[in-house]
């Protein structure tokens, strides 16, 4: 394990190094709206604890409403430490009403290529290609930091550490994940103009 380890660290320092290298010799900017200033930040540690306790012990419809992760979290764990004391009808009642929660999570996940064709549509209606531009420049040059990663990088640490030639093996999963993947991204689009 500890192989493992480090090898993953030597891995992700390589391909953060490979991604900076690639900013400072192909720089992009990205403009980025100004945030709200209306939200003022705590002014002591005395303020942040204050404010956590109060979130935690917030109405549970109101931590719900007012997406306060703090407060559902702890009326999950006061309500899931209750739930030991349930029947096991009311056990089966939860799970099955868990896994149709799942279920339609499952569908919006599906339908989210939709919501985005839908903004990659509004946007070219309403700014033309140019607008797109801002988008492919990053986009390119984290594809080819990738592909540099994947096809350089990482066979030159296994070649170092195993001495033999890892593209047999690199070859042979392209082979399998990397052209299943090309397929589907080929695919879909013209699938979806027909």
């Not at 064709?117 to 033309?128: E, P």
């Amino acid at each position: 394990m500890k192989t493992v380890i480090i090898l993953y660290l030597i891995g992700t320092f390589a391909a953060a190094l490979v991604a900076v290298l690639a900013n400072y010799v192909f720089p992009v900017t990205i403009e980025l709206t100004a945030a709200s200033s209306e939200v003022s930040p705590p002014e002591g540690i005395g303020q942040v604890l204050s404010n956590l306790l109060l979130n935690l012990v917030d109405n549970p419809i109101n931590a719900l409403t007012k997406a306060n992760y703090i407060g559902i979290l702890a009326w999950a764990v006061v309500f899931g430490v209750a739930m030991r004391e349930a029947s096991q009808q009311s056990k089966e009642l939860l799970k099955t009403l868990a896994d149709i929660t799942s279920k339609i999570v499952e569908w919006i996940i599906n339908l989210a290529p939709f919501g985005i064709l839908g903004l990659v549509y509004t946007t070219i209606s309403g700014k033309g290609f140019e607008a797109l531009k801002s988008y492919g420049m990053p986009l390119l040059l984290l594809l080819g930091s990738m592909v540099l990663v994947a096809l350089v990088v990482n066979p030159l640490i296994v070649s170092i550490l195993l001495q033999k030639n890892p593209y047999p093996l690199v070859w042979r999963c392209l082979k399998v994940s990397g052209v299943t993947a090309f397929s589907l991204v080929v695919r879909l689009p013209i699938s979806l103009l027909i």
